[in-house]
């Protein structure tokens, strides 16, 4: 089974009806029941059906219309509590039942604070999905529930979805990498990497972590720890993984990057792939880092496109994550050659590299250059005293090429 989580999206609409308590099974075959949920919108329809997968599971099906915002909802006879961020995770099944392609669906409650909370999730095929909605810290109680079907303003969707075991949990997270643990993506502890920036993140029947890119500048896989990361040690800091492009032509060449946060600075290091070839990746995080909550995988990064813009769908394939020793003189592996820390940074981004660096010029992100160096050496530092707070990108050049790496001043 696949799983996604997807974070926030705020927005603003309104419906209603019936009862209930979290969590929802619908039943059985036998004894269905839909928890008093309800069809709200002009034609689209509410009720039970059976799982294609369990002939004896009833569960919740609903049609839309083609309308704006036609959905499926609930009222509950108690408010349901959404004030703890630790265990504020909606997670419930969902499948397409026909159609190709991405579709946009939300979850949003109401019937609370001013502010009715939102969040918006994608469905890629027609296979049980599981999705795991994580909402923010500092909301309140709320009435009702709403699942809207083929989303969106000028939706004319009329697919029919299914629904079933609607929980409300606790946070996703993972165990810290440790050597020798491999993140192989067999066991359910690795499917909690959640979509970023608007990225779609499935997990494929081969035991893979697919990544389809929507063209946002930072679109991302990223995954949050139980507990922090820890990259201090030196000599068993460097990530190991295996990637590779479903959709890129022969030759083509993408760049991408890993980024762990957030602590006091993001610590990032960047890699390419090219054409649809699987490479291993070895990323040598330098000495003197610390211990991280999150790890973000950047899919089409805009790094090389100085400005920040990326307009790329790409999709990616990602296996057997490990951390630990320096493994050298490899062919294959794709070692980044620049870091830069701290990163977030208010005085000084102080850059490190395997190569000489002949020379770096600093852009704002609309293309102006800003700073221009000429270190000659593994070494240099970036003054950020007398740059205004916002997104900047250092371009790093040396005998071997270009490298653009972006940075953030606070």
Not at 42 to 68: F, H, K, R
Not at 118 to 146: C, H, R, S
Not at 324 to 345: M, R, Y
Not at 363 to 382: H, M, Y
């Amino acid at each position: 089974m696949k799983k996604i989580t997807l974070m926030l999206t705020l927005l603003a609409v309104s419906y209603g009806y019936s009862q209930g308590a979290l969590p929802y099974d619908f039943g059985t075959v036998a004894v269905p029941t839909t928890h008093g949920f309800i069809a709200d919108g002009i034609g689209n329809t509410v009720g039970n059906d059976v799982d294609p997968d369990d002939a004896t599971n009833s569960v919740l099906t609903t049609t839309g219309s083609g309308e704006n915002w036609d959905n499926a909802q609930v009222t509950f006879t108690a408010p349901i509590d959404l004030s703890d961020n630790d265990n504020n995770v909606i997670k419930f099944k969902f499948k397409a039942t026909s159609g190709t392609g991405v579709g946009t669906h939300a979850l949003k409650f109401e019937g609370g604070p001013p502010g009715d909370p939102q969040i918006t999730f994608n469905t890629t095929d027609n296979a049980w999905t599981t999705i795991e909605l994580d909402f923010p810290g500092g909301l309140g109680t709320y009435t009702k529930m709403v699942i809207f079907t083929d989303f969106g303003d000028g939706n004319t969707g009329v697919g029919t979805y299914l629904i079933d075991d609607i929980e409300i949990t606790g946070a996703p997270c993972l165990s810290p990498i440790l050597s020798p643990t491999e993140i192989d993506f067999s066991d359910p502890e690795d499917s909690q990497f959640i979509g970023g920036d608007g990225a779609v993140v499935t997990f494929t029947a081969a035991e893979e972590m697919q990544i389809q890119g929507v063209g946002a500048n930072w679109d991302n896989a990223q995954i949050s720890f139980c507990n922090p990361t820890d990259l201090s040690d030196n000599d068993n800091n460097s990530l190991r993984f295996r990637m590779r492009s479903t959709t890129a032509v022969a030759g083509e060449v993408h760049n991408h990057g890993v980024s762990f946060q957030p602590v006091a600075g993001a610590s990032e290091l960047n890699f390419t792939t090219t054409g649809q070839d699987w490479i291993d990746v070895e990323l040598d995080f330098p000495a003197g880092l610390s211990a991280y909550p999150t790890m973000v995988i950047f899919v089409d990064n805009p790094i090389f496109g100085v400005g920040g813009t990326n307009t790329d769908t790409g999709t990616y394939l990602i296996d057997d994550i490990t951390l630990g020793a320096t493994v050298l003189g490899v062919d294959d592996f794709v070692v980044s050659e620049f870091i830069v820390f701290p990163n977030p940074s208010n005085t000084i981004w102080n850059v490190k590299s395997t190569k000489n660096i002949n020379t770096l010029q600093v852009f704002d992100v609309l293309g102006k250059q800003v700073l221009s160096l000429s270190p000659n050496s593994d070494t240099a530092l970036i003054d950020a005293s007398g740059l205004r707070n916002g997104i900047y990108f250092a371009r790093f050049n040396s005998a071997e090429g270009t490298k653009t790496v972006k940075l953030l001043k606070n």
